[in-house]
């Protein structure tokens, strides 16, 4: 199981990085992606333990991989991705290009809404 956070928001991620069984609330979090804008996440320590257990990890990617990721995910699927689906399909280019994930294993990608909830979501990479 693989925790992905952006950039500007990433609690878990920092908490997994450093063995923390719990996290820390975020200061100042801030990413386009709202729905993985959380600074102080309830279950935190049930998330950390599901990653670990799983034999996963966590990790984050900017705001500019979730906006090209998630077009990405538009333009050859022809599905309109909320900016977190974008987000995880960053962290699986990143997790492939390290070597993590191989071509021919099989992934599960969560899109948890669709992109009409960001009608003002950039359509195209973030200045």
Known sequence: MIAVQSEGCAPIV???????????PWEGAATYAS???VPAAVGDYLILRAVRESGGRALAVSDEEIAANANLISRTEGIF?????GATLAALVKLRDAGEVRPEERVVLFNCGTGLKYPLAPRSTPQ
């Not at 920092?14 to 820390?24: P, S």
């Not at 991705?81 to 689906?85: D, H, I, K, L, S």
């Open 14 to 24: 920092r908490a997994y990085q450093q063995g923390a069984e719990r996290a820390v």
């Open 35 to 37: 729905g993985i804008r």
């Open 81 to 85: 991705a909320r900016p977190e689906g």
